[in-house]
T-cell receptor
Framework: AQSVTQLGSHVSVSEGALVLLRCNYSSSVPPYLFWYVQYPNQGLQLLLK??????LVKGINGFEAEFKKSETSFHLTKPSAHMSDAAEYFC??????????????FGRGTQLTVWP | DTAVSQTPKYLVTQMGNDKSIKCEQNLGHDTMYWYKQDSKKFLKIMFSYNNKELIINETVPNRFSPKSPDKAHLNLHINSLELGDSAVYFC????????????FGEGSWLTVV
C-alpha cells in the first residue's frame, strides 16, 4: 500500500516569507499525489494534484509543488506567505496503487502559522 | 451551488443516542465516501460507494451504517453513540477512473457527551 509522510507537524513563518511544507511518498512512484488545505472549521479543499509526467505542479492561491523522484518527495511551496494561508495542509496519495477505488492515504498534516 | 454538502455541520448528542448525517453531491460523480478525522486531525476512510454499491468498508464498528439511496446521496447512521465517536466526519465524492481526485464536503463536527 502507498503512504506519505509529512515532516513537521507545525511550521511557522512570517508574512512575506517562503513557505515550505514537506511530504515524502513511499518507495514506488505513485500515479497521483495531492495537497489539500483545511482552514479552521472547514472542509478539505484541493490545492493541487500531481499526475505522472509532471514535475512542477501549480495550484491555487499561489502554491506549487515539485515532484522529485530521486528524493521521493512532493514538497509544497509558496514564495510569499500571507496571513490567509494559515491552515492545516495535508499531503495524500491513492492508497491502492493501480486501483480506481479512490481510497486516499493522508499524511498527518502540517499546521501552518503565519506571523504578521 | 455547493458541490458536496452535508448536514448537520455541528451535532452534540448524548451517549447511547442514534444519529444520522446526510450528504449530497451535485458534481455528477459516481463514487462517494465517508472519511473520519480524529482529534489529532488524522483522516481515514470509512466507507465508499460506487453507483450505490459498497466498495470499501474499512474496519468500522457495526454501529456505523452507510446508506446510498442513489449515487448523489450517501448518508451515515450511527447507533448507540460512544464518547470515542466524537470526531469530524467528511463526506466526499469522485468520478471513478478519473484520476482519484476526491472532493470533500465541509464536515460534520460530532461531539458525544
Amino acid at each position: 500500500a502507498q503512504s506519505v509522510t509529512q515532516l513537521g507537524s507545525h511550521v511557522s513563518v512570517s508574512e512575506g516569507a517562503l513557505v515550505l511544507l514537506r511530504c515524502n511518498y513511499s518507495s514506488s512512484v505513485p500515479p497521483y499525489l495531492f495537497w489539500y488545505v483545511q482552514y479552521p472549521n472547514q472542509g478539505l479543499q484541493l490545492l493541487l494534484k500531481y499526475t505522472t509526467g509532471a514535475t512542477l505542479v501549480k495550484g491555487i492561491n499561489g502554491f506549487e509543488a515539485e515532484f522529485k523522484k530521486s528524493e521521493t518527495s512532493f514538497h509544497l511551496t509558496k514564495p510569499s506567505a500571507h496571513m490567509s494561508d494559515a491552515a492545516e495542509y495535508f499531503c495524500a496519495v491513492p492508497a491502492d496503487r493501480g486501483s480506481t477505488l479512490g481510497r486516499l492515504y493522508f499524511g498527518r498534516g502540517t499546521q501552518l502559522t503565519v506571523w504578521p | 451551488d455547493t458541490a458536496v454538502s452535508q448536514t448537520p455541520k455541528y451535532l452534540v448528542t448524548q451517549m447511547g443516542n442514534d444519529k444520522s448525517i446526510k450528504c449530497e453531491q451535485n458534481l455528477g460523480h459516481d463514487t462517494m465516501y465517508w472519511y473520519k478525522q480524529d482529534s489529532k486531525k488524522f483522516l481515514k476512510i470509512m466507507f465508499s460507494y460506487n453507483n450505490k454499491e459498497l466498495i470499501i468498508n474499512e474496519t468500522v464498528p457495526n454501529r456505523f451504517s452507510p446508506k446510498s439511496p442513489d449515487k448523489a446521496h450517501l448518508n451515515l447512521h450511527i447507533n448507540s453513540l460512544e464518547l470515542g465517536d466524537s470526531a469530524v466526519y467528511f463526506c466526499a465524492s469522485s468520478q471513478r477512473d478519473a484520476g482519484n481526485t476526491i472532493y470533500f464536503g465541509e464536515g460534520s463536527w460530532l461531539t458525544v457527551v
